[in-house]
């Protein structure tokens, strides 16, 4: 049986996002710059996502009309193109400046060497949690959106409304950490986090206004943190 789409797109996407997620650390040795290089990295693919998606029914309408399922095809056929063109200008055009020096350890070896280190077992729990909290969060809000708020036809906005959190939250990444020691802006920022997300659950349903501050604020915490996050594991 060929395989589908649907099991081989979870390993396209690792085997890019591997070596995509690194240049940041093959770039430069300066940790100034490279919280700088993580931060508008996060800050143009925010944007590029929050573009996508407020493209995204507009594209689907001109391709397929009246026909949705063919509009989505055709959507996310013409951005994977436009995806897959950027990823590759982006490795033949950028230059890796920091030469790792060679290893001869095997797989195993290098296993057992994160295991025993402490720093990388904290981050690699933070990295889980923070990827398990994207995906819940962007699985569950059109569901939220429609079935919470009762108002499906808001969710573009809703979306765009974090996504514009996201954008900020990523820039203030540097000057925060300029300012402040990185894991004590990492630490606070995370506990404000925790704290706002549970209280959204005590929002009262109908309060449209507060939920999309809510979003708004999440969305600008959340991305606050992931540049910080991805220097922390260079």
């Given at each position: 049986m060929p395989p589908s789409p649907t099991r081989c797109s979870p390993f396209c996407t690792l085997w890019v996002n591997i070596p995509y997620c690194a240049l940041g650390g093959v770039i430069t040795n300066?940790?100034?710059?490279?919280?700088?290089?993580?931060?508008?990295?996060?800050?143009l693919a925010t944007a590029g996502g929050m573009l996508s998606t407020v493209l995204m029914m507009p594209l689907v309408k001109l391709i397929g009309g009246e026909n949705k399922a063919l509009g989505f095809q055709g959507g996310i056929a013409?951005?994977?193109v436009v995806a897959f063109l950027m990823l590759a200008f982006c490795f033949f055009t950028t230059k890796e400046r920091v030469e790792a020096p060679a290893t001869?350890?095997?797989?195993?070896?290098?296993?057992?060497?994160?295991?025993?280190?402490?720093?990388?077992?904290?981050?690699?729990?933070l990295t889980i949690l923070n990827i398990l909290a994207v995906c819940v969060r962007g699985g569950a809000m059109m569901y939220y959106v429609t079935w919470i708020l009762g108002k499906p036809g808001v969710f573009v906005a809703f979306l765009t409304t974090y996504c514009v959190g996201n954008l900020i939250g990523s820039a203030l990444a540097k000057p925060l950490t300029d300012w402040k020691c990185k894991v004590s802006v990492f630490w606070w920022t995370n506990a404000l986090l925790a704290v706002i997300s549970v209280a959204m659950f005590f929002v009262p349903m109908h309060a449209t206004i507060a939920m999309f501050v809510f979003i708004f604020v999440i969305g600008v915490l959340h991305q606050l943190v992931t540049p910080i996050q991805w220097v922390m594991m260079v």
């Open positions: 300066d940790p100034t710059q490279r919280i700088s290089l993580q931060s508008w990295r996060f800050v013409a951005l994977s001869h350890t095997s797989m195993r070896e290098d296993l057992r060497d994160i295991w025993h280190n402490d720093q990388w077992r904290i981050v690699g729990l």
